[in-house]
């Protein structure tokens, strides 16, 4: 069975400082990942996905995540963070069907 | 972006009775939405993949009679809580992609109440 685990319950980063949401993946065969993101009672809001192609890749807010088959990994980052980016952030492997990740929530301080 | 869109955003309804939940793709055909509950702070569960056309497929330990699951068209599936109990209260969201491993494009989601 495909899936993801996120170890970090929470991140909290000062605004202008590098984020990084981590995010592992379990699948047999090729992985296709997605990172989405929740902000308080809404729906998801595509970031990014990774099917094949360069390891880095670059999506909605100046989010982009990196995959890195050898580490298993597929971690999300932004160069400078905003207060706005304080939310709650889901990484997701699909097969027919998307398995989520437990979510991490970031919280951007000013 | 595609937009998917849920109706109602919110509901509150009596233990005992039901509750339709809509989703529509908008602006592409979906052949297969997901629904998902979610509890606060916590992961999307899925609940069912709804299939136009077909029956609904869903998961392991979900109740298929008590979460009615209608696809009639490539536009809309329906989520009907039957005989609905305070348990049942919940964050509601359903997903829809115009491809099989395309991104799913998420509702807004329904939040249920149930006294």
């Known amino acids: 069975a495909q899936s993801v685990a996120q170890p970090e319950d929470q991140v909290n980063v000062a605004e202008g400082n590098p984020l990084t949401v981590k995010c592992t993946y379990s699948?047999?065969?090729?992985?296709?990942l997605f990172w989405y993101v929740q902000y308080p009672n809404r729906g998801l809001q595509f970031l990014l996905k990774?099917?094949?192609?360069?390891?880095l890749v670059k999506g909605s807010y100046g989010f982009e995540a990196e995959f890195n088959k050898s580490q298993t990994s597929f971690h999300l980052k932004k160069p400078s963070a905003l207060v706005s980016d304080s939310a709650l952030y889901f990484c997701?492997?699909?097969?027919?069907?998307?398995?989520f990740g437990a979510g991490t929530t970031v919280t951007v301080r000013a | 972006g595609a937009v998917v869109s849920q109706h109602p955003s919110w509901v509150i309804c009596k233990s005992g009775t039901s509750v339709k939940i809509e989703c529509r793709s908008l602006?592409?055909?979906?052949?297969?939405m997901f629904w998902y509950r979610q509890f606060p702070k916590q992961s999307l569960m899925l609940m069912a993949t709804?299939?136009?056309?077909?029956?609904?497929?869903?998961e392991q330990g979900v109740e298929k009679d008590k979460f009615l699951i209608n696809h009639a068209s490539l536009t809309l599936s329906t989520l009907t809580v039957t005989s609905a109990h305070p348990e049942d209260s919940s964050f509601y969201i359903c997903?829809?992609?115009?491809?099989?491993?395309?991104?799913?494009?998420f509702g807004p989601g329904t939040r249920l109440t149930v006294t």
């Open positions: 997903s829809a992609g115009p491809g099989v491993l395309d991104e799913q494009y």
């Open positions: 699948v047999s065969g090729n992985p296709y």
């Open positions: 990774y099917i094949t192609g360069d390891n």
């Open positions: 709804s299939n136009e056309g077909s029956k609904a497929t869903y």
């Open positions: 602006d592409f055909q979906a052949t297969t």
């Open positions: 997701a492997v699909r097969d027919y069907k998307l398995s």
